[in-house]
């Protein structure tokens, strides 16, 4: 959508990591809602109103890993920055994600000003470039895992 102001979905089964990364992002001049489970989450995206959207992979009910898949059948990943969060540090799990077409990954716990960072990085990139980066992340990961070093 990409708005002068970015509005970023915050998606977490824990209420505190919604409320201190949506304080955090309003404080980076964002605009923030929230969503408690991949379902919550899929209903407010496909209004088209989100520029990003901050994931938890384990959730109960719908988990981020079923979000992902449906955003990316449903052709969503496009114009929406998704970055992921997981609470193992699991070189698998990141690139899992990424292959589904998150943008970013992160490990729990996490600086929520540096997610600000990020995320307003990969919003101001052109749909090509974010697709390039997470490209060239993917094969790098490859390569080290090829390798045997872990990524993560």
Do not use: Y
Not at 2 to 26: F, H, K
């Amino acid at each position: 959508m990409s708005s002068a102001i970015p509005r970023v979905l915050v998606v977490d089964d824990d209420p505190d990591i919604r409320t201190i990364v949506g304080l955090n992002l309003g404080l980076a001049g964002m605009q923030t809602g929230e969503a408690s489970n991949g379902d919550e989450a899929l209903t407010m995206l496909s209004t088209g109103e989100w520029d990003a959207c901050i994931l938890d992979l384990a959730m109960p009910k719908t988990d981020g890993v079923t979000a992902l898949r449906e955003l990316k059948a449903k052709e969503m990943l496009n114009d929406l920055v998704v970055v992921v969060l997981s609470a193992t540090s699991s070189p698998a799990r990141a690139i899992e994600g990424l292959k589904l077409g998150a943008h970013a990954h992160l490990t729990k716990p996490f600086s929520p000003a540096a997610v600000a960072t990020l995320l307003q990085e990969l919003i101001d990139l052109s749909p090509e470039e974010r697709h390039r980066r997470r490209i060239g992340f993917l094969e790098r990961a490859g390569e080290l895992e090829r390798l045997g070093i872990e990524t993560v």
